[in-house]
Every structure is written in structure tokens, then in C-alpha cells.
């Protein structure tokens, strides 16, 4: 794990004006504020969102933006450069170098893919680049899309053993009502545990974003079971990333990490591999799993759903339906019948109703 390390993602509203165009005054107030922090002996990653709108800003010539993938991700890719472009002037200002980094969902699900982009970040970090990393939006699978940047941050932020996650938006963090219903809405400061009364307060989504306060809190969940401490915080406000870190009084709201952490490797295995398929359990392999930490039995599953390959992530699904528990399958749905009894090692086995 890296010493004093921050991945900070900063949002469409905030990177982008009223007109969809890049906000340079607020790359630039970032670019100092992360610069600040490097002076300080932090590691810094930012993750930008902003390459659709202001790609759409630079060739929509004031019609209404497309919701068709197709064109959002050709849209993307008039946006993407006139984003690097911006942030490398911000941070070129302050003598310091940015690199390009795009990740798609494929660079986490495959293992040797996911350590590789690892190498590639950290190599960046070793040199004094600033590493600047969005979606690939311009190729990826509408399909098997992150969705939104809040989980690559949070991905981003388990890749490299980051010690704090930072989310930047245009709100002061999770408040206890949608200000736009209830003026009276409060900030919440501080984070210890996720319930469904505090999920409950997520709203709705962004309306030029793909993320919203739901995807926030998603992160800050993925984040915080990988052992690293969220903020969800205002990019507009000075120095946004050194009150963050500094745990200011009444600025953002603060996630704190669990207790117990999930390794590097199990992190990977619950939040970064898209599941392939699922395997339905009794009662008596759902106590097992739970309460003995044991590995998963065949004679423990009902049936089982999906093309699932030996080694592929599968959900494991409990009697009431929902899913209890994540892992890698050590047999296909085809053989599923056949060999040895445990289909998902312990080792592999990550339990999500504690997550």
C-alpha cells in the first residue's frame, strides 16, 4: 500500500459550466490544490468525468443531447481530448506533468489485465506524473460500462491501495434530506456504517452526470470494505481536497473504513469481476457459509443459472433470493455434476450481507 495515497474524482457538474464546456477556472483550482498535496508527500490519482458533455458542447451546436449509446460514445470522443488538453494546461501551469490513463470494465474483470493497469499507474506516480483516468467511453461495451466514474474511482482506489478516496460533486455531501425537496436538509459528517435508512437518502441521479449521491454511496461502500476512508465533498469550495483530508469540521461527509478489510485480492472478487452466472443454496449451505466460513458444497446448491466457465465470478443466491455471497466457481455449468464437491473455495468466497 502506498504511503499517504488519495484518488479524487471530480464530476460532470463540476468540470463542466452551463454551456457543457470544460470549466477550466475549476481544473485549475484543483490542479493547485493536488500539487499542495504532492508538496505535502501525498500520491494523488484523478479521476475525471466531463468527456460527453463537453464533447457534446463542442458538436451538438445547441440541440439537445443524444441518449443513444452510439453517439454518446462517438460524442465522447471529441470530449476526451479537449478534457486531457484542459487538464494538462492546469497542471502545466504548476510545472507539473499529467498522464492519460482509460480503463475499461475488462481491465479489472481479468486479473493479469487488472495488475497490468496497476503497473501502469504506479509506474506513472514513480516518474511525478499526475495519472488523469476516465472511462473509455469511446469503445466500451454499453453493456459492461463502469455506469459511472464513482465506481472506477473506487476501483481505482482498491488497484493501487489508496488510503482515502475522494468524491468531488457539486453538493456538500450526503445530507439527511434532497435540498430540493427540504430546505431544512442537514449534513451528515460522518459515516461508520451502511444501513437502508442511510441508502435511502441517496435521491436521484445527475441530470448531465450518469452518477448521482446512489453511485456516491455505492462507492464509498466498495471503498471503505477495501479499507479506505471516503469523502464526499463540494469541488467548488478552496482547497476541497486538503479539507477532505484533514477531516475539517462541517466540510463533507466522511465514510470511515471497516474494521475488518477485505485483502486486496477479495476486493477484487466482490466489486471488480462481473458475475457470470449464480448458484441457488439450502438453508444448511447458507449457515455453513455464514457461520462456519466454510467453502461452498454442491450438495449445498438447489440449482444453478448462467454459462459459467471454471474460474468465472458467480453470485451465490440464499432461499429468500437475494444474494448472500460472491466467489469464483471452481467448475462450469456444463460439468457442473462432475469432480470435485467444492464449488467455491472459501479462499474465493467473499460474504456480501456483511459488505
Known amino acids: ?61 445547441g440541440q439537445r443531447r443524444p441518449s443513444d449509446g ?19 494546461n492546469a497542471f502545466g501551469e504548476l510545472g507539473t506533468a499529467v498522464g492519460q490513463v482509460l480503463l475499461a ?3 479489472f474483470s481479468h486479473r493479469g489485465q487488472y495488475l497490468h493497469a496497476r503497473g501502469t499507474l504506479d509506474a506513472l506516480l514513480h516518474l511525478g506524473v499526475v495519472p488523469i483516468v476516465n472511462e473509455n467511453d469511446a469503445v466500451a461495451d454499453e453493456e459492461i460500462r463502469f455506469g459511472d466514474n464513482d465506481r472506477l474511482a473506487a476501483l481505482v482506489a482498491n488497484l493501487v491501495g489508496a488510503t482515502h478516496l475522494v468524491l468531488l460533486t457539486d453538493t456538500d455531501g450526503l445530507l439527511t434530506a434532497d435540498p430540493r425537496l427540504d430546505p431544512s436538509a442537514t449534513l451528515i459528517e460522518e459515516v461508520s456504517s451502511f444501513d437502508a435508512d442511510l441508502l435511502a437518502l441517496a435521491g436521484g441521479k445527475s441530470d448531465v452526470g450518469s452518477g448521482g449521491m446512489a453511485s ?27 479539507l477532505a483530508l484533514r477531516a475539517q469540521p462541517g466540510f463533507g461527509t466522511t465514510f470511515h473504513p471497516r474494521s475488518e478489510r477485505l485483502s486486496a485480492r ?6 471488480a469481476v462481473a458475475s457470470q452466472g449464480s448458484l441457488h443454496v439450502n438453508d444448511g449451505a447458507l449457515r455453513a457459509l455464514e457461520d462456519q466460513g466454510s467453502s461452498l458444497l454442491r450438495v449445498g446448491v438447489l440449482v444453478h443459472t448462467g454459462t459459467f466457465v471454471e474460474g468465472d465470478a458467480i453470485d451465490v443466491v440464499g432461499p429468500d433470493g437475494q444474494i448472500v455471497a460472491k466467489g469464483l466457481v471452481r467448475v462450469s455449468a456444463e460439468s457442473f455434476d462432475e469432480g470435485d464437491d467444492v464449488v467455491v473455495h472459501r479462499d474465493d468466497l467473499v460474504l456480501l450481507r456483511r459488505v
Open 266 to 271: 477479495k476486493a477484487w472478487i466482490a466489486f
Open 70 to 88: 452510439v453517439t454518446l460514445q462517438a460524442v465522447s470522443a471529441v470530449g476526451q481530448p479537449l478534457l486531457m488538453h484542459a487538464w494538462r
Open 105 to 107: 470494465p475488462l481491465d
Open 1 to 61: 500500500m502506498m504511503t499517504r495515497s488519495v484518488v479524487v474524482k471530480i464530476g460532470t457538474t463540476s468540470v463542466t459550466d452551463a454551456s457543457g464546456g470544460v470549466d477550466y477556472s475549476v481544473l485549475v483550482a484543483i490542479a493547485e490544490d493536488v500539487v499542495a498535496l504532492r508538496a505535502e508527500g501525498w500520491s494523488v490519482i484523478v479521476v475525471t468525468s466531463g468527456a460527453i458533455t463537453a464533447g457534446w458542447a463542442e458538436v451538438g451546436k
Open 216 to 242: 456516491k454511496l455505492a462507492a464509498a461502500r466498495m471503498a471503505t470494505w477495501s479499507g479506505v476512508t471516503t469523502v464526499i465533498a463540494p469541488a467548488r469550495a478552496t482547497t476541497p481536497l486538503q
